[in-house]
């Protein structure tokens, strides 16, 4: 559901599919999803490295370290992963880039914190992998 459903409410003419291994996860956000009448909404019980088709973007919360998350969406989308992370991933981020070939300077990092002044999003970020 997060953060797919706010995006398909403030995006309507794009296209999402929500992903979640966890069938209560799917059900609640099919269940959102009709309630708030979004159209643009596919939700999928399935893990994100058995869907077979091909996505603009990836959006994902922390749901594991970097360098275990990127295998799995690698080659299923076609511009970037956008990934909620909060605390130091520094580390888990280096790791990641050597294992996926990506040179340095070309993640970008942004404070969610910078766009919403709340105590909440403090050590919270996006992060923009190519």
Known sequence: GFPGIPLAVMFPKVRFVLCDSVGKKTIVAK???????????????ARAESLPETFNYVVSRAVTALDNFYPWVRGKYTGN???LKGGDF?????HMMRMAGLRPGSVRTWKIQDWVNDPIFEDKYVIDIP
């Open 31 to 45: 269940g959102v999803s009709e309630a708030l009448g979004l159209v643009n909404v596919e939700v999928v019980n």
């Open 81 to 83: 992963i956008f990934y």
């Open 90 to 94: 520094s580390e888990e981020l280096c």
